[in-house]
């Protein structure tokens, strides 16, 4: 942390765009526009690209900039400094840390994944292991069945510590101190958690995380992800989208690959400078609230959606932990007409978002999200669903991006 400490959402409500009559509750899926990403990101266009051109690489530090972004995303996640890469996608970053993790583990084949990973995550392993071709299989088990299923057989634990339709927590040190013991190498998707809850990977021994910074962590949609690659590992990790950027002498333009050493290996090319300057700029606010503030502002928040939509609407079934511990920063619902309720709710200014088969999602982000908005937010959900205000035809239409 840098600077004065900002007291959250005393502090940093004002440092974020909200269209006025919008009560947010959408920030694990797009976070909201911090105030300074325009002037940043204009800053690097005129400044940088527009005088600067091709020398930017160099004096702006746009090449080292991968690599200083991902250590300011390390403080975040409980990461060593130098152990965190930008860049590409996350589906590319699963796809990346899974390939090195399969190539540590090569006498075994399963990987162990759970029925609330996020889909990507599995697309990619089921593409990987078809790249393979070595007969591996993505096996996959019930969440709360994860621990029971770990075993000698098992190559690689490769999960998501937050179940983006349920919120429940995965008890990351647990299950990594249990796979090590078994001889299993782990891969950690921080979609959401990065920004919504203290990670600890060194702490807990992670082999391998990945995440996005779109959500919690507000860089805007498109924003680049991280790779961490525990530094134990990070000289003998094998980069398998061995890009350029990642060679040991990129600029050297050998014929045969080389990896870079450490982290710097799993870039792969060209890094998304601009995207990476809004990042930078939502950077500056994480820079000065500490995560423990953040989470201890959503354990609350969250219990106070909980106890007032349980009260108000007996209809909607909580579906997220209640116990702390084992949950990340959402509250979510199951109802029936859930996806309706959540159209009418997005009319009404509370944008939350629906996950089928049934669940109404509310991420709850501390930065800008308060008490105010969320007893509104409770009130508004009541007069739907008690109101029956979901059943209206212009509530039933069904969009591409849910
Ligand atoms: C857990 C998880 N992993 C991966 C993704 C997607 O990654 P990408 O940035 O490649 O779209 C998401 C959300 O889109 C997610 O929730
Ligand atoms: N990445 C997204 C997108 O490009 C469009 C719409 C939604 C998303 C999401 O991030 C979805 C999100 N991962 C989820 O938890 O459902």
Known sequence: MTETRLRVYDDTRALFHLPD???????????????????????VITAEWGKELIRA??????YVQPRRVGDRIARLIGAEAGSVMMGDTLSLKV???????LDMNRERLVVLSDTGNFPTDLYMAEGLIATLGRGHQLRLVA?????????EEIAVLYITEVDYRTGRRHDMAKLTTKAHALGIVTVWDLAHSAGALPVDLAGSGADF???????????GPGAPAFLYVAPRHADRARAALSGWMGHAKP????????????VERMRVGTPPVLAMAALEASLDIWDRVDIADVRARSLALGDLLIAEVERRCPQLKLVTPRVHERRGSQVSFA??????????????????????PDIMRFGITPLYIGEAEVLKAAEIIEEIVKGEVWKRPEYQVVNAVT
């Open 95 to 101: 796809y990346q840390a899974l390939a090195a993790a």
């Open 57 to 62: 690489w160099n004096t702006a530090g746009w």
């Open 143 to 151: 969440p709360e069945e994860i621990e029971a299923a770990l075993s």
């Open 335 to 356: 109802f029936d007409g859930g996806y309706a309720a959540m159209q009418a709710l997005i009319a009404r200014g509370v944008i939350g978002d629906f996950r089928a």
């Open 251 to 262: 600029f050297a333009f050998d014929l045969g690959y080389a990896p870079a050493g450490g």
């Open 209 to 219: 995380a990945a995440g996005c910074t779109y959500k919690y962590l507000n860089a």
């Open 21 to 43: 009559g919008v009560i947010y509750f959408d920030g694990n899926s797009l976070g909201a526009l911090p105030l300074g990403v325009a002037e940043r990101v204009n800053r």
